[in-house]
């Protein structure tokens, strides 16, 4: 299956359907009168339907196991036509539009099933999706694509030479992968003075993104937080929490890292872990999303 391991949670809706023609009003009156002889079809029908829900990953080999939290089954009669409308809800890394899809056509199956001792020329038409919402495409900004960044590496070995960057380039390809353009990319020692030079420099020059990645720890070294944060003039705790609560998911110490994030006027400052994969981990958890805070922070221009 594919790895959603990096995917953030969040509510995910999607409604199918299928459609039931049947060849005679009398099947139709035979349903509402309810006496068909298997049995009451819409709540049959409806049961088989839940079932093909919950049963979606055991049929289909790339489809995740997922926690279903809502199904709706609808039916409307319209003439000879019964549309079935399936929506299923989750809080979850992926979607559920194939869930709906199956459990449409699951329905849709048993209804033909059901009917079929009193009626031979029933069809089923057009299973399909109707519409989806809760992915990536739904809170990725769509406003902003002239965003300019600067990223600082805050490492003595890897300023001395002595270990390579990697962190700070798991940085770069998420940012352009999000299509934010690299103003600047350069690697210090950890000493307050300059990390906080860095922050008043590039925020002069126009960067709408600072990003720190290295000093967030516990070690005697680590000063990047006590750097940034009396520079900053508004703090903005939701995605420090973000990270941490994604990272901590991940591994059991996450919860020692002291990312920071805020902004010095319009500018986003961000200071993020060290590691590689807690780097990545931390851009992971927030971006694209974050460069949604764009449309307020443009909005009010500082001079």
Same mark, same amino acid.
């Given at each position: 299956?594919?790895?959603?391991?990096?995917?953030?949670?969040?509510?995910?809706?999607?409604?199918?359907?299928?459609?039931?023609?049947?060849?005679?009003?009398?099947?139709?009156?035979?349903?509402?009168?309810?006496?068909?002889?298997?049995?009451?079809?819409?709540?049959?029908?409806?049961?088989?339907?839940?079932?093909?829900?919950?049963?979606?990953?055991?049929?289909?080999?790339?489809?995740?196991?997922?926690?279903?939290?809502?199904?709706?089954?609808?039916?409307?009669?319209?003439?000879?036509?019964?549309?079935?409308?399936?929506?299923?809800?989750?809080?979850?890394?992926?979607?559920?539009?194939?869930?709906?899809?199956?459990?449409?056509?699951?329905?849709?199956?048993?209804?033909?099933?059901?009917?079929?001792?009193?009626?031979?020329?029933?069809?089923?038409?057009?299973?399909?999706?109707?519409?989806?919402?809760?992915?990536?495409?739904?809170?990725?900004?769509?406003?902003?694509?002239?965003?300019?960044?600067? =990223?600082?590496?805050?490492?003595? /070995? @890897?300023?001395?030479?002595? %270990?390579?960057?990697?962190?700070? !380039? +798991? #940085?770069?390809?998420?940012?352009?992968?999000?299509? =934010?353009?690299?103003?600047?990319? /350069? @690697?210090?020692?950890?000493? %307050?003075?300059?990390?906080?030079? !860095? +922050? #008043?420099?590039?925020?002069?020059?126009?960067?709408?993104?600072?990003?720190?990645?290295?000093?967030?720890?516990?070690?005697?070294?680590?000063?990047?937080?006590?750097?940034?944060?009396?520079?900053?003039?508004?703090?903005?705790?939701?995605?420090?929490?973000?990270?941490?609560?994604?990272?901590?998911?991940?591994?059991?110490?996450?919860?020692?890292?002291?990312?920071?994030?805020?902004?010095?006027?319009?500018?986003?400052?961000?200071?993020?872990?060290?590691?590689?994969?807690?780097?990545?981990?931390?851009?992971?958890?927030?971006?694209?999303?974050?460069?949604?805070?764009?449309?307020?922070?443009?909005?009010?221009?500082?001079?």
């Amino acid at each position: 299956m594919v790895d959603i391991t990096h995917k953030i949670s969040t509510l995910r809706v999607a409604t199918a359907q299928a459609i039931i023609k049947v060849s005679k009003p009398e099947t139709i009156e035979a349903i509402q009168n309810d006496t068909v002889p298997k049995g009451n079809v819409f709540a049959m029908s409806k049961a088989a339907g839940l079932l093909g829900v919950k049963k979606t990953p055991d049929l289909l080999p790339d489809c995740h196991p997922l926690p279903i939290e809502y199904t709706g089954i609808e039916y409307t009669i319209n003439g000879l036509e019964i549309t079935v409308l399936v929506t299923i809800k989750t809080i979850y890394k992926t979607g559920v539009e194939v869930e709906a899809m199956h459990g449409a056509s699951i329905v849709a199956l048993n209804m033909y099933d059901m009917l079929k001792p009193i009626d031979k020329g029933i069809e089923i038409h057009h299973i399909k999706l109707l519409d989806k919402k809760g992915g990536k495409s739904d809170y990725t900004d769509k406003f902003r694509r002239d965003l300019k960044a600067a =990223v600082i590496v805050c490492s003595d /070995t @890897i300023s001395e030479g002595k %270990k390579e960057d990697k962190a700070g !380039k +798991a #940085i770069i390809a998420k940012l352009e992968n999000c299509e =934010v353009d690299i103003l600047d990319y /350069t @690697i210090i020692p950890d000493e %307050k003075d300059i990390i906080q030079e !860095k +922050a #008043i420099y590039y925020q002069k020059q126009g960067a709408d993104l600072i990003i720190y990645t290295g000093g967030t720890g516990l070690s005697i070294r680590d000063v990047t937080p006590e750097a940034l944060k009396p520079l900053l003039d508004r703090n903005i705790p939701g995605i420090e929490e973000a990270i941490r609560k994604y990272g901590q998911d991940r591994m059991p110490y996450a919860m020692l890292s002291r990312s920071v994030a805020g902004t010095i006027k319009n500018t986003l400052v961000l200071a993020l872990p060290g590691s590689t994969n807690g780097a990545k981990e931390s851009m992971d958890a927030i971006f694209p999303e974050v460069l949604h805070v764009f449309r307020i922070l443009k909005g009010a221009r500082h001079d």
